[in-house]
């Protein structure tokens, strides 16, 4: 089955700063790389996603790349600002698959 | 307005005796889920329906149960819980029938058990 590794478990950023977070997939096969944010005490929220017909997509200061032959893909968040401290979780999920698989998840804080 | 929602929202119980977490969305989805959130190991997919009657395991799904018998509802059972079933428990939904889609989550179950 899939597996999704996701570094780093711990980031700190000074405001306004970029945050970078990076995972790792096993099944080639995979096609579908959500990102989920989740505050403190709240549920997980889709932020972004990215098809494997796309090498990169942006939405504001948030943006995700995929690079397929190293079966990685990171989250790039820019300009940083408090309210972006949560827990970022990355997954991966194939056409057709039903399953989808999170990775471990990262702690951002955003330091004032 | 639309939404998953969860009952209920803490649970402490002792081993052994049964319980049932309900898991209900107004959006007709096709497609829902059970994950497991603990500490450093992330969600995990306990099980997954992708419609009415239609059940799959996922990663973890020893010690649980599901059914599926109208699709705005999705039960998660513990027929006996155990300690190291104390966890955090999201349902999600999406419109699909597969993890290729926005999965929505409820607000979590805190389940402890004793």
């Known amino acids: 089955g899939e597996n999704v590794e996701q570094h780093p478990s711990t980031l700190s950023v000074q405001e306004g700063d970029s945050a970078v977070i990076k995972c790792t997939y096993s099944d080639s096969a995979s096609n579908y790389f959500p990102w989920y944010k989740q505050e403190l005490g709240k549920r997980p929220q889709l932020i972004i996603d990215i098809r494997s017909n796309v090498g990169e997509k942006k939405d504001q200061r948030i943006a995700v790349t995929l690079n397929k032959t190293a079966k990685h893909f990171s989250l790039h968040i820019t300009e940083t600002q408090p309210e972006d401290s949560a827990v970022y979780f990355c997954a991966a999920s194939g056409f057709g698959n039903e399953k989808l698989t999170f990775g471990t998840g990262t702690r951002l804080t955003i330091i004032p | ?114």
């Open chain 2, 1 to 114: 307005e639309a939404q998953v929602t969860q009952n209920p929202r803490y649970l402490i119980t002792v081993t052994g005796k049964k319980l049932t977490v309900t898991c209900s969305q107004n959006m007709n989805h096709e497609y829902m889920s059970w994950y497991r959130q603990d500490p450093g190991l992330g969600l995990r997919q306990i099980y997954y329906s992708m419609n009415v009657e239609v059940t799959d395991k996922g990663d973890v799904p020893e010690g649980y149960k599901v059914s599926r018998k109208e699709k705005r509802n999705f039960p998660l059972i513990l027929e006996s819980p155990s300690p190291n079933q104390t966890s955090l428990y999201f349902c999600a939904s999406s419109s699909g029938t597969s993890g290729w889609d926005t999965q929505y989550f409820g607000p979590g179950t805190r389940l402890t058990v004793l």
